[in-house]
């Protein structure tokens, strides 16, 4: 990690050499952003990469999408992938396709190429496997300038995410979520301690994948938030409170078939880069769920 | 259907055809409890056969027992059946186990028929596979003596379902539960009108099981109760209440990834003879459900 | 009371004597009436008696509008007012004013007489004092001619109540609300049995004043509506739920200062012939309301 | 204020000059605890101070406790109060008793001395007035070993919130509560922003008094807690919520007669050293609210 003082200082051979790949191959991004030297923050360094992309020539811009890989193409093409390519798609699983899953991202992806003549580009950070297809249904539905500016976008945003592994923060720019929940047992009054907690990412396509189990601490929260210090896929999410052991351990309704035992609480998280709080209240026979804050 | 007050006028005979297989296999207990007629009511009626099979010898008793089938021994003895033991498996869904299930079946029915020398009876009408199996798992702990009074009450719960198939209710017995919902809007402050609602069985064993659809009406309610006129069987359940839909036709919250979409609401039912009501009061951003009245 | 057969088949002289006074001391709007008998339903004769008021001239309109008393002129007219003015004035607590009240509502008159030279009408069975301050604030700010269409309406509101105490309903007509409650104990789980209910009409003015008190039954709810069979006033009322007894007969959070004892619950009604449902979930820790349905 | 370190350090008539008047008048507690120097915490020191008085003989005991003025005795003796105890009874609102108050406080006040032959003495900033003359009834009741015992624990905690006053705080002992709040507006999914809320304390004696104001910031909190930095005096709390003004701004369910509109939360608090969290989830039609953490 370097820092944006050294950054600042840097010769154009050692700045291309540190930031030539934030734009995908596309090493004369940062050659022209050079000389827009010295950026007063982050942002305005993110900002100074965005302006020259916008301004380059119609066959820069198609170049420059072109040198992007298609989404889960990693069998045939891993070699080619750079570094930071396998890494983002790895993050939102789609290294993992089961064949049937891999059918369908192929033919989406074959369907948008077939129409536009460039690969599909997506932050596939900020996205899950359900709404990375959502996404192409949504945008096969463009024009080609329109696709060709959300593209740049998703690319602006790509860049963003790949300088911020390479930089040392300086609080300008805001890339993460955060996830949060918090177990209230309004029957006994307090914090619901000891309450196991898992958290699923759903998808229309398969079976629901585990992201990460907890415990309620003397709180009723989780020692460490759900999802944080990333994006938040944008993706449909089940957290599972186990209340039935919760209760059964403080003698209460503790019956073979409580009325309440494994309580799913489901939702969409439309925003990655927001705090999305999912605090559960709940007695043996109700509870009450919603976004917080 | 015969009222009470014919079957009081009934000779021996046609009391005993009337009602001699609503213990199974059994005539000599319709035999003995017609000479307690007339019965005052229903409940008279049920309570003076089962004191006739409390009063009878061991033997008997044991024979009685023996003249059930196995449960979902469908394949093997089907033929050997009486209609009416035929007809409550199949409500139980024991008609359609898949083979890994009736593996599971076979083998606790065999471990209960070593252990206690007779089979394993429970009054599936009030159960689902999976409480079935709950109570075998328990059942098989028990000691004999223990078994052979757990099996009798069955029996008698086995009886008076029977016996509310053949005479006129008068109101003494209440074999019935009900299951019903009620979805309220208070985003806007009215019922929720027009929620498709889908009510599961769901099971440790294998997939959710559908069990009815509706659509909520103008007062945010099914038409017809989501389960009625009969046991509630014991087990777990669940209700999935499409909010997005509903919500999105009304403008609110509109986008590909609401907060709630399908809001799954997991419960326990324990009394098959109770009325369970599980409301939803619900907005896009958060929702409470309870054990209602 | 007279059936509406009855009334279709009397003559002018029997007619009138019956409907005479439906509108304040205007016998002609009965007699113009008569003519467009029969009457299909009660609804029909509120229709031509309102079409026959609207249809009428400028100088009987004003003279109908003058023929009402001043609100909570009681003191100065007693000896005037018809018998059905009396009542209802009485029903709002108009003839019970403290004597800062009775001021701020002369002056009102004042103002509005001064500035129309009519009387101020409202259909004080629809309101509370509350309500009716706000309301002659309010149409204070009117033109003449909208302030005439208006006393009109409510003229036409007087008389559909009058009528509904004279003629046997037939349900065309819908001149009542319901207000109604629920209290579900959700710690254990069922209806809250016994505990006491005190409504209140909120005044701006003065103190609250105790409309009714209830004890919830074994389904959680009062026998009776705490308000039916009339229009629900127009204003804001409490509801006070005596929730620490109860959790303290049930031995639950028993102590000199309970989290939660007397629990208000503070609402508008703005629609008289509305449902209004207001039920309260409640634990010894927390609680839910809402308007229901 | 001195740090404990210095204390230690302070030679007997220095260490006396400080704290010889945290027991009321009676030095020789100072004195005989300076012996037990030096003090590894100020919990220790506390606890030595305790430990004196309970180690004193019984004239000694009585004495301390005689030193102690009456309640709210303002009027009689104000000249004799020490400077502690005219700080601690203004808090609890002592010195503004109406007429009636003082009247009851008095006869309370001399029922005790007539049974005890001592002055009632409570640790006045962790109680309400109503809170006090409840504790002057139940204590009516006791036996006088039982009240001299119970002075004394009072003793105590009066003077671990006087040497609060002068000892810089080593976290080793917790003298102060929170009551704080936060609104959540589930109709928009996220914090209510700017609503208007009051704290009231409430009195079966008189009228609500008023403790605080504030304004919801953009988390949907206040700014600083509601009560915080001292005990929370045992009582009964009403926290006032405006609603109606709140959504009216946003331009939902805006009538004359909104169904919220000023929302009153009812609680008591029992635990002075405990946090209180008492949050609102509310819409235009709906409101949640519990005791939370």
Redesign the interface.
Known sequence: MISLDALNQLGETEFVRHLGNIYEHTPWAAERTYKARPFASIASLLDAFAQIVKESGDTEKLALIKNHPELADKLARAGDLTEESQREQRGAGLDQLSGCEFDIFSRMNQAYRDKFAFPFIICVRRHTKD?IL?AVQ?RLEHGREAEIETALVEIDRIAALRLEALVEPDGTVKLDGRLST?V?D??????AVGVAISLYELSRLGTPRLITRGITNV??RTDAALMAGRPLP???YEICFEMGPYFAARGI?A??????????V?????DPEAHYHVPL?V???????????
């Open positions: 709404s959502a949504r918090h209230l309004t029957h006994h009054g307090g914090p709180d009723g944008i993706g449909r309704a019956t073979d078939m409580p009325f309440l035992d494994s309580v799913p489901r939702f969409g998280i439309a209240l007695t043996p026979w109700s509870y009450t769920t919603y976004r917080g804050s």
